[in-house]
């Protein structure tokens, strides 16, 4: 049962052609990078392996040709099932160029997936993704027009429509963690999320495939905490010791932080900063006052991500717990290649138990980007021409909070605006609309937010609306904003309009505080 411990090279060599490979990583963090290129150098050298089918959860690599990317090679890779692709550029043209087959799978699915094959479950039954493109009455996650396999069904159960993913078979596990000892027990503290390690591991083991695990030191001749380990020796085949610094780094190009690994607390007003008045500062104020105290919330990336730092502006940071996807609760969430950690955070739990109490209905509130919204409260935030970006953890966090607020500029690609004396003008138009007939992709339905009655709003700079049972309605201008020329006419249909129509909070456009605890006590 002792795993053998072994060179990169010698590792990767026992992956074959038509293997199905698990990795571990969330953005930039987590990823077993020494293994990445150990694989993409085999194959550059001999050619082998070929057709493999890859498989990960969250998005993984920072936008260059690290991480799976390294996987980016025609033959190489011939299927891919994930749940975000916009910073894996290389595997992005594979499959707008119909050269591999390719999934998009809600991220709490792949979750679920990785611990119904390690108990050898059926497959995944899972409500989230109904109505979405996820769907397969819509498009069934599949991305392009060679992959033509259904990968999930319609089923009904106790007369309710849930989806069912049919069970997959793993062979191999490519996983990082930060040390192992002799037994090839393995412990992540210096990791800054744990992922879902325990998981893929189960998963291939169970499966009869082969688990290598790249750590930053092999410990000899000592024990590792029992707590601490999350990969138990049983699991593993293989360990290989990668020293490399920027092959070893818990995140790419960034020192080792022991705040955010959760090792160590620091004081949070060193990250206190007061943040410019411009458009996503107006965004954030405008989400930040949907707060109730006691909230349990996730933020999701661009303007939604600043809520947090107007929450810290206006000194009511203790009126919600944050989380992120990739498992930390609490804290103050990173941004960038950090995404998806916390510093200072409360607990980091393994991915699938955070998804768990998503789907499940546990966040009272989520902040996410507004990317492109339809007349039906549709929104798209997973593809975008020919750029397929992917849903992550979208579908999950959105259809199942109990309150979900959209954020985003009214349009984009070049715009420009201006606060004076509390008013906004609009100076440069951006040329992008982002309010729609119809979205190019569904991943967030409105039908069946409006079916369960979730309260629903999307804050721009300009204009707030609210999806209500008739529509998509428009209840709050910007003060200075003229209807018809700034709002209007950068949409592709006509809203809803509330009467009154609401003039947005004058705090909002000035630079001092809003003092908006006042108004919650």
């Excluded at 069970?167 to 992540?188: H, P, R």
């Excluded at 935030?381 to 959105?398: E, L, P, T, Y």
Aim: glycine residues 10%.
């Amino acid at each position: 049962m002792i795993p053998k411990f072994v060179t990169k090279e010698e590792a990767v060599s026992v992956i074959k052609d038509f293997d199905t490979v698990v990795t571990s990583g969330f953005i930039g963090c987590g990823n077993p990078e020494g293994l990445e290129i150990a694989l993409e150098n085999r194959f550059l050298e001999t050619g082998s392996p070929q057709n493999l089918t890859l498989f990960y959860v969250a998005g993984q690599g920072v936008g260059d040709e690290r991480c799976v990317s390294r996987f980016g090679h025609e033959k190489l890779l011939g299927k891919i099932i994930a749940g975000h692709f916009n910073k894996a550029p290389k595997i992005g043209e594979l499959i707008t160029e119909n050269k591999i087959q390719a999934y998009n799978v809600p991220q709490g699915a792949l979750c679920q997936m990785l611990r119904d094959v390690a108990a050898h479950k059926p497959g995944v039954i899972t409500k989230v993704g109904l109505k979405t493109f996820a769907d397969p009455r819509i498009e069934g996650g599949k991305l392009n027009d060679i992959t033509t396999e259904d990968i999930v069904k319609i089923i009904e159960i106790d007369g309710e429509e849930v989806l069912y993913y049919k069970a997959m078979n793993f062979n191999i596990a490519l996983i990082k963690g930060t040390y192992s000892d002799e037994k090839g027990n393995v412990t992540l503290e210096n990791e800054y999320v744990s992922t879902e390690v325990t998981s893929i591991a189960q998963a291939v083991h169970n499966c009869g495939g082969k688990v290598i695990v790249q750590v930053d030191k092999i410990v000899k001749g000592a024990f590792l905490d029992p707590k601490l380990v999350k990969v138990p020796g049983i699991y593993v085949d293989y360990v290989v010791e990668v020293t490399e610094p920027e092959l070893s780094s818990p995140a790419y190009d960034l020192h080792y932080e022991p705040e955010i690994a959760g090792n160590i607390r620091v004081s949070e007003k060193t990250f206190t900063e007061i943040m410019p008045l411009n458009e996503k500062k107006i965004i954030a104020r405008r989400a930040t006052m949907e707060l109730e105290k006691g909230s349990v919330a996730n933020l999701g990336i661009g303007a939604a991500e600043y809520v947090s730092t107007i929450a810290t502006e206006e000194g009511i940071n203790d009126y919600m717990v944050l989380t992120v996807e990739a498992g930390p609760v609490g804290g103050i969430p990173q941004s960038g290649k950090r995404f998806g950690t916390s510093i200072n955070a409360d607990a980091i739990l393994d991915q699938p138990y955070q998804f768990d109490f998503y789907d499940g209905g546990g966040l009272d509130i989520c902040f996410l980007g507004l990317a492109q919204a339809d007349q039906f409260g549709n929104l798209n935030v997973s593809k975008f021409g020919k750029k397929i970006a992917g849903c992550g953890g979208f579908i999950s966090i959105s259809q199942n909070a109990k309150k979900v607020v959209f954020c985003g500029t009214f349009t984009a690609k070049g715009l420009k605006i201006k606060i004076e004396d509390g008013k906004l003008s609009i100076l440069n138009e951006g040329s992008t609309k982002k309010f729609v007939s119809h979205v190019q992709q569904i991943t967030f339905s409105g039908d069946l937010a409006r079916e369960n009655n979730k309260p629903v709003l999307y804050i721009t700079e300009r204009a707030v609306f609210e999806l209500k049972k008739e529509g998509l309605t428009l209840i709050e201008i910007a003060p200075g904003i003229d209807l018809q020329k700034d709002i209007l006419d950068q949409m592709e249909f006509k809203p809803l309009i509330a009467t009154p129509l609401k003039i947005m909070d004058e705090r909002i456009f000035q630079e001092n505080p809003m003092g908006i605890k006042n108004n919650k006590n």
